[in-house]
């Protein structure tokens, strides 16, 4: 191979996620929790550029206020690229430049999407050339939500969500995301939920014996029909995610009285996801909820996984 088959730069591009339905199981010894979820990945991207170096180091920066985001071994982008270094045998190193839109501790897999562009990007900038089972097997080492970063479209994710079956989806969702500025930790939020229903405190929130995706659903997906999903929707962390942050509570009120079909918290949150009949819809609820004073974004889905911009 000549040396210009080697990129200096590779710029790859992942996607948030909002989880349309999330039914949360038992916690097993591990610490993580049996998960049935279907994910769809939304039109707004982590943007990472990987450049050659001898060693290995992260920059952050972006729409998204970085200054929470560790630079150092706790970035899933670095450990990614460590693991990937590890995997393969290869000695240099990379510089990880991520450039955030996706909001920070948000619920909407951010940190994920960071990952698994940066296993695509250092893949082909290191010329390793894994399978996309291999890289599948390292991002689902990495983190629950990585392998359907890789994947992106909609997918339904059992065991801690890792395993991924795509899911058939028609047509647009337009969502209207509306964002916290103080963010929420995933452990935190699963740790609320085992403490609500350990106190007995709702006998419907005990966990479900056997944990599947429930068929309307899927059949809303399938269909394309934004009515049904809206009525189907659910997730199982939103109770826990309203007793650390009860103002979410209002924030979905006012997004059902602007118009939106549902609302929903979107995965460990605090992230409110508001489905939208029409994409005129949800730009009105978009201007509504902004007037109120109120950070929102209008996106859609489903939109594919990480994937090389340029080289
Ligand atoms: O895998 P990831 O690092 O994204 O998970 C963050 C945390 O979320 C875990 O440490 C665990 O506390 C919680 N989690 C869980 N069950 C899952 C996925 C995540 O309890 N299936």
């Known amino acids: 191979m000549s040396l210009a088959a080697f990129p200096s730069t590779v710029h790859v591009r ?7 339905y999330l039914g949360v199981g038992a916690r097993h010894d591990d610490g993580y929790h049996a998960l049935a979820t ?9 943007d990472v550029f990987a450049t050659a170096s001898d060693s290995f180091s992260v920059s952050v920066s972006g729409s998204e ?25 290869f000695t240099g190193g990379v510089h990880l430049d991520i450039r955030k839109s996706v909001p920070v501790a948000g619920g909407m897999g951010g940190g994920s999407a960071d990952a698994a562009a940066a296993l695509v990007a250092c893949d082909a900038l290191w010329g ?30 059992t065991g801690r969500g890792d395993q991924l079956n795509p899911a058939l989806a028609h047509g ?25 229903r350990a106190a007995g405190a709702a006998l419907a929130d005990d966990p479900p014996l056997s944990l599947e995706v429930p068929v309307p659903v899927l059949q809303a997906l399938r269909a394309g029909d934004a009515h049904s999903l809206a009525a189907s929707m659910f997730n199982d962390l939103e109770v826990a995610a309203l007793l650390e942050r009860p103002d979410l509570d209002e924030t979905l009120g006012a997004g059902l009285a602007s118009g939106a079909l549902s609302g929903i918290v979107s995965g460990s949150g605090p992230t409110v996801a508001f489905l939208c009949e029409t ?25 594919p996984g990480a994937r090389i911009i340029s080289v």
Do not use: C
């Open 14 to 20: 992942a996607p948030g996620k909002i989880n349309v």
């Open 38 to 46: 279907v994910f769809q990945a939304v039109s707004l991207y982590e």
């Open 65 to 89: 206020d970085a200054s929470d985001v560790p630079l150092d071994d706790r970035n899933l982008a670095m450990r990614a690229a460590k693991m990937l270094a590890a995997a393969t045998g």
């Open 128 to 157: 390793t050339a894994l399978s996309i089972q291999e890289l599948h097997e390292l991002a689902a080492r990495l983190g629950a939500d990585v392998p359907f970063a890789l994947h992106g479209g909609t997918a339904v994710g």
């Open 172 to 196: 647009r969702f337009d969502w209207v995301l509306v964002t916290s500025e103080q963010g929420l930790s995933t452990p935190a939020v699963y740790g609320r939920l085992d403490r609500h």
């Open 279 to 303: 994409p005129e819809s949800a730009q009105y609820l978009q201007r509504e909820m902004q007037a109120a004073g109120r950070t929102a974004l209008h996106v859609h889905g489903p939109v």
